[in-house]
C-alpha cells in the first residue's frame, strides 16, 4: 500500500461541490482517503485574472503505482467535466499528486514530487493540514518548514 497526497480544486461552478464530487470519484476509483484537509480559498496563481480557487489536500491509499494512480485521477478529472483550455486557467476541477510515498520520480508526463509545491502557498497550507512532518523527499524538510519558508505573497484563507 502506498501514501499519495493530492491536492483538488478548481474555480468554475459550485466549488464545493465539484470538490465533493472529486473526492467520491477519488474514493470509488483510486483508492481510499485516509485524510483530509480543510478547504481553503485563494487567488488564482499562475494567471491572475479569473475567480478564486477553493483548494483541499488529500491523504490516499493506494494499491496504484504512480503512472496508473495518474491515469485515474485524468479520467475523474474528465467525468467531472474537465476541459484542458490554457495552462493556469479556470477550470472544474484540478487534481495534482504532490508526493508520493518518499518518491522521486521525473517522467515527461509525471514529476513526483509536484515540482512547484514549494512554491505554491496554497498547495502548502493545504498539505501542511493533513502533513506538517511529512518530509518533502528532494528538500529534507518537514512539509511546514516549506511552508514557513514559502516567499509566494498570494493570501491563503480557511473556507467558511
Known amino acids: 500500500m502506498n501514501t499519495a497526497f493530492l491536492l483538488i480544486g478548481g474555480n468554475l461552478g459550485d466549488r464545493l461541490e465539484n470538490l465533493s464530487q472529486a473526492r467520491a470519484a477519488i474514493a470509488q476509483h483510486c483508492g481510499t482517503i485516509t485524510t483530509a484537509s480543510a478547504i481553503y480559498e485563494t487567488a488564482a496563481w499562475g494567471l491572475e485574472n479569473q475567480h478564486h480557487f477553493l483548494n483541499q489536500a488529500l491523504a490516499l491509499q493506494t494499491f496504484s503505482k504512480p503512472h496508473t494512480l495518474l491515469q485515474c485521477l485524468l479520467e475523474v478529472e474528465k467525468s467531472l467535466g474537465r476541459v484542458r483550455e490554457k495552462k493556469y486557467g479556470p477550470r472544474l476541477i484540478d487534481i495534482d499528486i504532490l508526493l508520493y510515498d518518499a518518491l522521486v520520480l521525473e517522467t515527461p508526463d509525471l514529476k513526483?514530487?509536484?515540482?512547484?509545491?514549494?512554491?505554491?502557498?496554497?498547495?502548502?497550507?493545504?498539505?501542511?493540514?493533513?502533513?506538517?512532518?511529512?518530509?518533502?523527499?528532494?528538500?529534507?524538510?518537514?512539509?511546514?518548514?516549506?511552508?514557513?519558508?514559502?516567499?509566494?505573497?498570494?493570501?491563503?484563507h480557511k473556507f467558511a
Open 112 to 156: 513526483i514530487p509536484h515540482p512547484e509545491l514549494q512554491n505554491r502557498r496554497f498547495a502548502l497550507t493545504c498539505l501542511a493540514d493533513i502533513a506538517p512532518g511529512v518530509m518533502h523527499p528532494l528538500f529534507q524538510k518537514p512539509i511546514a518548514t516549506l511552508l514557513a519558508e514559502c516567499t509566494d505573497p498570494l493570501a491563503v
